[in-house]
Nanobody
């Protein structure tokens, strides 16, 4: 399984960005796909994930109501629409996939390269 992340950048507080994660290879039905992030000096945080099997989604409390995760199965791509961005959203965002239990534990079976999101206030 390979994951490629796209869409990071430098924006102003209040702006929006959309991250994309293209997945190639075989993804198991019980996997979830989504995003972790890590800011300088902080621990890695699970941001949002979507179930491969039923599309169920998870959001960290810090992004609920601002971020939306979606999946285009025809393109094997997962999107993270990030609205009302805040300076504290600044981090490297990593696309990742694995069983839900692994994701909940804060890690993943497969990782994409990180994409930098910088929100300037």
């Amino acid at each position: 399984v390979q994951l490629q992340a796209f869409g990071g950048g430098l924006v102003l507080a209040g702006d929006s960005l959309r991250l994309s994660c293209e997945v190639s290879g075989f993804t198991l039905d019980y996997y979830v796909i989504g995003w972790f992030r890590q800011a300088p000096g902080k621990e890695r945080e699970g941001v949002s994930f979507i179930s491969v099997s039923d599309g169920g989604s998870y959001y960290a409390d810090s992004v609920k109501g601002r971020f939306t995760i979606s999946r285009d199965a025809t393109k094997n791509t997962v999107y993270l629409q990030m609205n009302s961005l805040k300076a504290e959203d600044t981090a490297i965002y990593y696309c990742a996939t694995g069983p839900l239990s692994t994701i909940v534990a804060g890690t993943a079976d497969y990782w994409g390269q990180g994409t930098q999101v910088t929100v300037s206030s």
